[in-house]
T-cell receptor, first 118, second 114 residues
Framework: DAGVIQSPRHEVTEMGQEVTLRCKPI?????LFWYRQTMMRGLELLIY????????DSGMPEDRFSAKMPNASFSTLKIQPSEPRDSAVYFC????????????????FGPGTRLTVL | AQKVTQAQTEISVVEKEDVTLDCVYE???????LFWYKQPPSGELVFLIR??????QNEISGRYSWNFQKSTSSFNFTITASQVVDSAVYFC???????????FGKGTRLSVIA
């Protein structure tokens, strides 16, 4: 089975440009998470969705960041305009919630997108 | 608030040695889940184990074992007879009940030297 798919794997852009990161969760998973990894701050949550609905976006740094999940199989994270301090590895993760309740879902991560903003 | 502390920033061992990675967590929830992930040099995050707060039974999987102790809020990870391929950054993480995000520790970088 395919895992979480992220694209692009690497992105190099110049300050001020728009950047769009893409994620395809594992089929059947209904929760999707965007995390960012930096040396200074480690792994931190940006936003997450349950059943395509954004639940908590308090980790989104500022208005330059936006995320959408138009359907169960696709999500985007957009940065506009990008800045050098946005350089990081961005991970997407997905998990499922068993029907009938239960909270034993595990988050599986994509390979990440390494973003460099010059 | 939830917090995960991995006090060991870096550990270096010689191949075949045993090594224990420490993880201490804080949470006010009575139901929660603990995880370990491995991040090899290639960069992906690989799930290793999940443990819920009601199950304190230790687990062994091959050369890996986990010791969960609620009394000390610890969830330590031991690699027996370490190998060079075990070299990676290991993250401990915590999540409360529900479809909620993970709170990660800062990670421990393990280097296994041949």
């Amino acid at each position: 089975d395919a895992g979480v798919i992220q694209s692009p794997r690497h992105e190099v852009t110049e300050m001020g440009q728009e950047v769009t990161l893409r994620c395809k969760p594992i089929s059947g998973h209904n929760s999707l998470f965007w995390y960012r990894q930096t040396m200074m701050r480690g792994l931190e949550l940006l936003i997450y969705f349950n059943n395509n609905v954004p639940i908590d976006d308090s980790g989104m740094p500022e208005d330059r960041f936006s995320a959408k999940m138009p359907n169960a199989s696709f999500s985007t994270l957009k940065i506009q305009p990008s800045e050098p301090r946005d350089s990081a590895v961005y991970f997407c993760a997905s998990s499922s919630r068993p029907y009938g309740g239960g909270n034993t879902d595990t988050q599986y991560f994509g390979p990440g997108t390494r973003l460099t903003v010059l | 608030a939830q917090k995960v502390t991995q006090a060991q920033t870096e550990i270096s061992v010689v191949e075949k040695e045993d090594v224990t990675l420490d993880c201490v967590y804080e949470t006010r929830d009575t139901t929660y889940y603990l995880f370990w992930y491995k991040q090899p040099p290639s960069g992906e995050l690989v799930f290793l184990i999940r443990r819920n707060s009601f199950d304190e039974q230790n687990e062994i999987s091959g050369r890996y074992s986990w010791n969960f102790q609620k009394s000390t809020s610890s969830f330590n990870f031991t690699i027996t007879a370490s190998q060079v391929v075990d070299s990676a950054v290991y993250f401990c993480a915590l999540r409360n009940s529900g479809n909620t995000p993970l709170v990660f520790g800062k990670g421990t970088r393990l280097s296994v030297i041949a």
